[in-house]
């Protein structure tokens, strides 16, 4: 069994919602030998290995189920059983995740799809390849393949690799728990690094942590938490409880300043935290001389200040407000008489509960340097046995990350002492602040009890309030978003996704527009490029997820709208968990037998995926029969249907059910968009009023402006934006490169489109036989070498009966044919439509036959280029016959141009050459 190809979906996805993993499995000889073959020998060694997978439910949905169907007459499939180990892996590393699937592929016997959920993606290919390793190992040796393990290999010592593998990668429980806080207020979230640098919210709605401190935490505040000397000084001028402080750069000072101060004393590096370096209740010289050394491995400078009885509570504060308090109590060990102080140290470390540093709520203990002093002052050892009940400590300081625990004393702590925490935390400035307070009992006032603060820190651990050793756990988190998002504020920018076959570019294009006319900043995502708030941000086709969480990560974006594209739905999924309003524009043969996808079937449940996580709004084509069928798959609040059929029955019965629509209409001067919500019906916009429609012509560009507006209409934009941006929107190349571009500079008229496929060519050919052209019609015509030659052949068939001489041309890549195989194969369909020979050119090179389509055009014709590298294109058209001659790096286009007395220059192609009555001069042209 091997692993043929793998696809991490980051968001909702053709298999889920959520993020998953899919394998294509190779099950090669295995599959003959399912698990009911395979017998005993393999199944009991499993579940032994990870008993857990006696509490999967599989199809039967309740415990034992997956072992019943381990254990069934035939059994069930390798591809299937990989799938349940590697989600069990996840669980025991502390993974929350259940979901897979796995089944057989059509016409490929012994291959299958295996799909399974996961929380890191790193940890699920971990896991996949682990599971795949065990299964090898238990199979019988006539079945294991070459890189099946080895005899002596461990799996315990594995499991136990990758368990620490995914903790080093898991959130610590601080930031785990602000991620929870967020995700129960629905607010969206995104990891920034490795560590713990997390976004929450969307846009210019989001809030930044790491850790416990945020975006809002001042750097000063943290400066002055991170000085104890400061911290210190500050806090006695506003009159609060501090010990005596001297800051001390060597041991002799250091001797002298605890005589000053009056033995016992504490000894700490001066910006030292969690614990590290810090000596208590120094009693003598030598002691401090000890104590001094120590700290110093952490620090050059030393605090010294007067030790304060009492026990070590940390009291935290949020926004100003107390929100849990914990009595913390050094690592220590309890006698039971029996075993010895290093055996009660590992009894105590088996506790699940603790781990190393800050992977778990609890850290384990250890018998360092620390220790054995602090059992040295008791005239102990390791191997000492305590008495019953004898509590003996290994550390002076309470800190859980030195193996301390922690009691929840929220309840009981005094109103003076609450009142003091919350002073001394604005006193220093920290919007998240713990103030460590040593009291006897923090039930009475420190006025009456004595007590000090020894610590302000800025950043402060969650974990003791979230998972107390005793007492009851605190949402400390809550109160963190809370305070970052209050209520009525947004933390999600709307989002709208835009799939279908074509005019996903234009329609995605229109939106944006008409959100920035709107006063929005907008990100937008396409096959051009991100752009923010209309300027190209990353050139190339940026459709995917990755392009997706630009946007979202962008602080200046307060509108999103992302075209969504099949491959990257199908390489990754979408980028993002949900949006408001998702329109699917239509469903046609595009790509298909590429990636898995053979049918029309299969495309439409693809592009389906933006309208299944579609919040606010679904808007789907009621012409197009597999756009229709998506509505049964929307949770949308509203579904709008739009049609350009006034008579279409379903959409009136959508209508008069008080449901919307937007309908294209015969009026007395044109057509007519017309909207219908509600039971009210709007007029929107007479089509000839929309430039991009090239009046009312263009019909697929008015059925792209008919989604654009249905998108902003249920985003909330008012109908004079809507109109006001589909009035301001035409199809230039600046505004819609490669999108039905029309140039009418030359004596003949040029369109430039980026149609690749049957249906957009159809589109393209009603557009042109609209037009009174006086001349002949010429295309330029190819089609994308990836695509079925059925799909080729179909594309020049319809070209055939709507021109008059024919330039077929290839793509610059090819995509696996040959030099002019495309080319070739659309002459050869042209010759069966009944095309004369002499009516045909091949001319494989796009550039080479672009130039002849140009130079056979005469007064009065009509020429159409189905462009493929867009740019180069439209600078060979509107530099024809300029003298300019357009030349293509790869990287940049230029046009060079000969002038009169200038010489030879070079020109960048967003630059245009005039020449009129004012003379020759260079202006930026309508192409950038």
């Known amino acids: 069994m091997k692993i043929e190809s793998t696809n991490v979906y980051v968001g909702p996805n053709l298999f889920a919602r959520f993020p998953v993993i899919r394998h294509i499995l190779d099950l090669g000889e295995l599959e003959h030998w399912p698990t009911g073959r395979l017998g005993e020998d393999f199944i009991a060694p499993l579940l032994k290995k990870l008993p857990g997978l006696h509490e999967h439910g599989c199809s039967y949905r309740e415990p034992g189920g997956f072992v019943r169907r381990l254990r069934e007459d035939e059994g069930t499939w390798l591809g299937h059983v990989m799938e349940h180990v590697a989600i069990e892996l996840q669980n025991v590393a502390g993974s929350d995740v259940s979901f897979g699937r796995t089944r057989s592929i059509d016409g490929q016997p012994g291959f299958y799809n ?116 400061e911290t210190n000084s500050i806090l006695r001028d506003l009159g609060l409880p501090v010990p005596k402080q001297i800051v001390v750069r060597s041991a002799r000072d250091a001797v002298r300043a605890a005589t000053r101060i009056g033995l016992p004393v504490v000894l700490k590096p001066l910006a030292g935290n969690h614990g590290r370096g810090v000596a208590i209740n120094l009693r003598t010289d030598s ?79 250890e018998l360092d340097d620390q220790a054995q002093r602090l059992l040295a002052k008791l005239d102990y050892d390791s191997s000492t046995v305590p008495a019953k009940g004898e509590v003996v400590y290994l550390r002076s300081t309470a800190n859980l990350s030195t193996g301390g625990t922690a009691i929840d004393v929220t309840d009981i702590i005094h109103p003076d002492n609450r009142e003091m925490a919350i002073r001394a935390i604005k006193a220093i400035g920290l919007d998240i602040g713990g103030v460590d307070f040593l009291t006897k009992d923090i039930a009475e006032s420190y006025r009456e009890a004595g007590g000090g603060i020894c610590e302000v820190n800025a950043g402060p651990g969650f974990r003791m309030h979230v ?28 989002i709208a996704a835009v799939t279908g076959t074509n005019g996903k570019t234009t329609t995605s294009r229109m939106l944006a527009h008409i959100l920035k006319m709107a006063g929005r900043t907008v990100g937008l995502t396409s096959t051009d490029g991100v752009y923010i708030d209309g300027k190209l941000s990353v050139p190339g086709d940026m459709t995917g997820p990755v392009s997706a969480q630009m946007i979202l990560r962008d602080p200046s974006v ?174 230039t190349f600046f505004q819609a490169p490669g999108r039905m571009n029309i140039y009418d500079e030359h004596p003949f008229r040029v369109i430039l489109d980026y149609a690749h496929n049957p249906a957009a060519i159809r589109a393209m050919c009603g557009l042109v036989d609209r037009f009174d052209v006086e001349g002949r019609k010429t295309i330029v015509l190819s089609a994308p070498g990836d695509r079925r030659d059925e799909d080729i052949r179909e594309i020049a068939g319809i070209a055939a009966g709507h021109f008059d001489y024919f330039i077929c041309k290839c793509d610059d890549n090819r995509r696996g044919r040959g030099v002019d195989e495309v080319a070739v194969m659309l002459k050869n369909k042209l010759l069966e439509e009944g095309i004369s020979a002499d009516q045909i050119e091949v001319v494989p090179d796009e550039q080479e036959a672009t130039a002849r389509g140009l130079e056979s055009a005469s007064s009065g014709d009509l020429v159409l280029v189905l462009g493929d590298n867009i740019k180069r294109t439209w600078k060979q058209i509107i530099y024809f016959n300029s003298g300019a001659k357009v030349e293509d790096s790869g990287k940049k286009t230029t046009a060079v141009m000969d002038l009169p007395d200038t010489g030879d220059f070079s020109l960048d192609a967003d630059l245009e050459i005039i020449s009129d009555e004012r003379g020759v001069r260079i202006a930026r042209d309508e192409g950038d």
């Not at 509570?313 to 407000?321: A, E, N, S, T």
Request: charged share 25%.
């Open 558 to 731: 307060d509108a999103a709208v992302m075209e969504t594209a099949r491959g990257g739905m199908l390489r990754s999924g979408l980028g993002f968990q949900e949006c408001n309003v998702a329109a699917c524009l239509n469903v046609s043969a595009d790509h298909l037998g590429l990636r898995g996808i053979e049918t029309l079937e299969q495309l439409a449940e693809l592009k389906r995926v933006p309208i299944e996580v579609a919040v606010d709004a679904a808007v789907l084509n009621a012409d197009d029969t597999l756009c229709l069928q998506m509505a049964d798959y929307t949770d949308a609040e509203k579904l709008c249907y739009i049609t350009m059929n006034p008579g279409h029955a379903l959409v009136k019965q959508h209508i008069r059910a008080g449901g919307q629509a937007f309908v294209l209409e015969q009026g007395m001067n044109g057509h007519l968009i017309a909207i219908y919500d509600n039971e009210t019906h709007t007029p929107l916009l007479w089509t000839h009023l929309i430039p991009a429609t090239i009046e009312g012509r263009a019909l697929h560009n008015v059925q792209n402006a008919m989604f654009a507006a249905a998108l902003a209409y249920n985003m909330h934009i008012s109908l004079e934006d809507i109109r006001h941006g589909l009035r301001t929107f035409d199809s």
């Open 287 to 365: 002691e401090v001389e000890a104590g001094f050394e120590k700290a110093s491995e952490y620090g050059r400078t030393i605090v010294v200040e007067s030790y304060i009885e009492g026990y070590d509570h940390r009291i935290l504060i949020v926004d100003g407000k107390l929100v849990a308090a914990a009595k913390r109590v050094p690592g220590h060990v309890v006698g039971d008489g029996k075993n010895t102080i290093e055996q009660l140290v590992a009894i105590v470390n088996d506790d699940p509960r603790r781990g190393v540093g800050h992977e778990k709520v609890l850290t384990r203990l």
């Open 467 to 494: 998972a107390p050793s005793e007492g009851t756990p605190r949402d400390v988190a809550g109160p963190v978003i809370d305070m970052l998002f209050p209520p009525d504020c947004p933390s999600r920018i709307p």
């Open 114 to 229: 295996m799909v399974f959920q996961y929380k890191d993606a790193a940890v699920g290919r971990e896991a996949s390849a682990l599971a795949l390793s065990l299964l090898h190992s238990l199979l019988p040796d006539k079945l294991k393949p070459k890189d099946a393990p080895t005899k002596e290999w461990d799996f315990a010592e594995e499991r136990d690799r990758f368990i620490r593998y995914a903790q080093r990668r898991e959130f610590g429980p601080s930031t785990a728990s602000l991620v929870k806080a967020a995700e129960d207020r629905n607010i969206p979230w995104l990891r920034l690094n490795r560590h713990s640098l997390v976004q929450f919210g969307h846009g210019r709605y989001q809030q930044r942590i790491q850790a416990t401190t945020t975006g809002r935490t001042s750097n000063i505040a943290v400066e002055l938490a991170s000085d104890k000397e």
